[in-house]
């Protein structure tokens, strides 16, 4: 970490609480102690450049995921760069794809309960109990190919492709392609850093609409030829006499699904066996018992701790006095999962990894309430096998000779390592 990135950190504990920029990028990598000092002196906070209220405390967070009538999903102006954005190049870029529809992340119920009913079939226990030994073999393949070498670049050896895959082979998409799907992960990824320049914008527009033209042709075929994918159920579900969706409607539907269905696992993977190297301990309970109650502990700690969907946007329905702030009416609201996570009014010593809490199962990486994460389940089946395979086949997880701790990526919603070298042995 350079001396810079050590500055900005430092003055986040020490600056006047009115001269605080959460939304730094020094600070989006490294939120801990930011945000202790928020649920400490300012649990609802105004950034002064951004005008976003940050709401750090466990409590606080969950009366907002749980309140829709108050705190919406539907944002009535565009709130990202790409959105907002009057460069003409972009708007060109931009032109050649399809318009962004609100629905399941970013609208509210009624409405949001008739697109998640929709997909709710795809993620069901018998759907995902189907997809284990596709998971499990996916597993057993990336191990075989870096296990020789005793080391790896774990994000894109094993972190990436698990969950990739899977997704792609529930997009209907065949494995060719998996390329492509990891160009247009970080496209979305991209737009929702808020981070990028203008020509990163221009090259996350290019990659999001590239994959809009992609799906429509695939959207074609599975409404002449369904089969049994996820995809298929979105484009050809018509229930209790609905239309089926648009192809507007279906392109939103499958970037969420395709982001939320393998980015925030790919960061928690990772994480997870940094999390291991850096808490001996903790892996000693699991090599003495990798049973699968053990990993279940071991995977919700590691969510609590990585909380990879850092951040989600809210906005107020109505002007609101909270904690002494008041909020005005259609203010931007960040509720700050990673923060509610690590609250020690509900997780004594927060920063301590223990995958023996007595209550694991109430952390909020997934968020709460009627936006609870679509493909929850389907990240948990993938993390719990995913653990299990790699404790029987590999052990002795530590850093490679002269690789140093990993970076995490500055994103305003999103929060993950961005690599991790790892040596390990043969189990």
């Known amino acids: ?190 737009n929702l850093s808020q981070q990028l320049d203008a020509e990163g914008i221009r090259e996350s527009a290019r990659g999001m609409v590239e994959f809009q033209h992609y799906f429509v042709e695939r959207i074609a075929e599975r409404r002449a030829d369904p089969k049994d994918d996820i995809l298929s159920k979105i484009v050809n579900a018509s229930i209790d006499g609905e239309q089926p969706l648009s192809i507007e409607e279906c392109l939103s539907m499958i970037s969420q699904i395709l982001v939320a269905g393998n980015e925030t696992t790919s960061a928690s993977i990772t994480e997870g066996i940094w999390l291991l190297i850096e808490n001996p301990q903790e892996y000693e309970k699991l090599k003495r018992d990798p049973s699968p109650e053990m990993i279940s502990n071991f995977v919700e700690e590691v969510l609590r701790i990585s909380s990879p969907s850092s951040n989600m946007f809210r906005r107020s329905v109505h002007e609101v006095e909270w904690h002494g702030v008041v909020i005005p009416k259609d203010a931007i609201l960040f509720a700050r999962f990673a923060s509610a996570n690590q609250d020690e009014r509900r997780f004594p010593e927060p920063s301590r990894f223990d995958i023996s809490r007595p209550n694991l199962k109430e952390q909020v990486a997934f968020g709460k309430g009627v936006h609870h994460c679509l493909g929850a389940a389907l990240s948990r089946r993938e993390m719990n096998i995913g653990f299990k395979v790699i404790f029987e086949r590999l052990q002795n997880f530590r850093l490679s000779e002269g690789a140093s701790a990993p970076e995490f990526a500055a994103n305003a919603l999103l929060h993950g390592v961005e690599g991790l070298h790892v040596s390990f042995d043969p189990a």
């Open 1 to 190: 970490m350079s001396q810079d990135s050590v500055s900005v950190l430092d003055a986040a504990l020490t600056c006047p609480m009115h001269e605080l920029h959460p939304m730094h990028p020094e600070l989006l990598k490294r939120p801990w102690a930011m945000n202790r000092r928020l649920r400490d002196e300012a649990p609802i906070y105004q950034d002064p450049q951004s005008g976003i209220f940050f709401v750090s405390r466990y409590d606080d967070v969950v009366k907002m995921a749980m309140d829709p009538a108050n705190f919406s999903s539907v944002m009535l102006k565009p709130t990202r760069a790409m959105g907002a954005s009057q460069d003409p190049e972009l708007v060109a870029i931009l032109k050649e794809g399809y318009p962004t529809v609100a629905t399941m992340l970013t609208q509210d119920p009624p409405l949001q309960r008739r697109y998640r009913k929709f997909v709710d079939g795809a993620f069901s226990p018998s759907s995902l109990k189907a997809l284990e030994p596709f998971i499990e073999n996916t597993a057993n393949a990336l191990i075989d190919d870096m296990i020789k070498d005793g080391e790896c670049e774990f994000l894109s050896a094993f972190g990436v492709p698990l969950p990739l895959r899977v997704i792609v082979s529930q997009l209907g998409a065949p494995m060719s392609d998996l390329h492509l799907f990891r160009k247009w992960t970080e496209a979305f990824i991209g």
